[in-house]
């Protein structure tokens, strides 16, 4: 099974900052990896996919990149509605997912 | 509209069985691949089951293999799991998934319903 690894699990951040979150996979995954962001008591939502692939209607400042084994997700310019807990997920093999990242305002 | 509903949670011992039930609307549920996705409380996100469109493949994970049943009913716009079994580390929302398709690389969730709650306890 692919293990994924999230980092931080949790991070405070004030609005207008940059905030990066890594996920990074225990084998290659090519840019198998989507970005899903959940806020309290929703279902998940899809903003990235195939690593670095703006989902429709999603707002341009969230960002993903990388490849292999090592992504990054990122917000530009942080806004007060990007509050949630986001997560990683890999679908080279059978999907899995990183644990979470939950953001919070400062 | 993309709309997918769960429904069938509730209370059940240990050793018991539910039978979850997705009802699809929206879009031409025969054309895509669905999965089940599950969130214990206060945790993040497990990948349960996966089905086809034809209903030809199916995956599980390991933690449910040999006790749950995904299934769907085509003409009836509907996605299942048949839940066996029961254990303590099941309690969680349910939650159906539609996977994404040809606009994507692989199993990408680009839809969720709003999720059913499993609680197993005596």
């Known amino acids: ?5 999230q980092s ?57 990149s990388g490849s292999g084994t090592d992504f990054t997700f990122t917000i530009s310019s942080l806004q007060p509605e990007d509050i949630a807990t986001y997560y990683c997920q890999q679908y080279d093999n059978l999907p899995s997912f990183g644990q979470g990242t939950k953001l919070e305002i400062k | 509209e993309v709309q997918l509903v769960e429904s069938g949670g509730g209370l059940v011992q240990p050793g018991g069985s539910l039978r979850l039930s997705c009802a699809a609307s929206g879009f031409t549920f025969s054309s895509y691949s669905m999965n089940w996705v599950r969130q214990a409380p206060g945790k993040g996100l497990e990948w349960v089951s996966y089905i ?5 493949t199916i995956y599980y994970a390991d933690s449910v293999k040999g006790r749950f049943t995904i299934s769907r009913d085509n003409a009836k716009n509907s996605l299942y799991l ?14 159906c998934a539609r996977d994404g398709g040809g606009g994507y690389s692989g199993s990408t969730f680009d839809y969720w319903g709003q999720g059913t709650l499993v609680t197993v306890s005596s």
């Open chain 1, 1 to 5: 099974d692919i293990q994924m690894t």
């Open chain 1, 8 to 64: 931080p699990s949790s991070l405070s951040a004030s609005v207008g900052d940059r905030v990066t979150i890594t996920c990074q996979a225990s084998q290659d995954i090519s840019n198998y990896l989507n970005w899903y962001q959940q806020k309290p008591g929703k279902a998940p939502k899809l903003l990235i996919y195939d690593a670095s692939n703006l989902e429709t209607g999603v707002p341009s400042r969230f960002s993903g």
């Open chain 2, 52 to 56: 086809s469109s034809s209903s030809s």
């Open chain 2, 82 to 95: 048949q839940m066996n079994s029961l254990r303590d580390e099941d309690t969680a929302v349910y939650y």
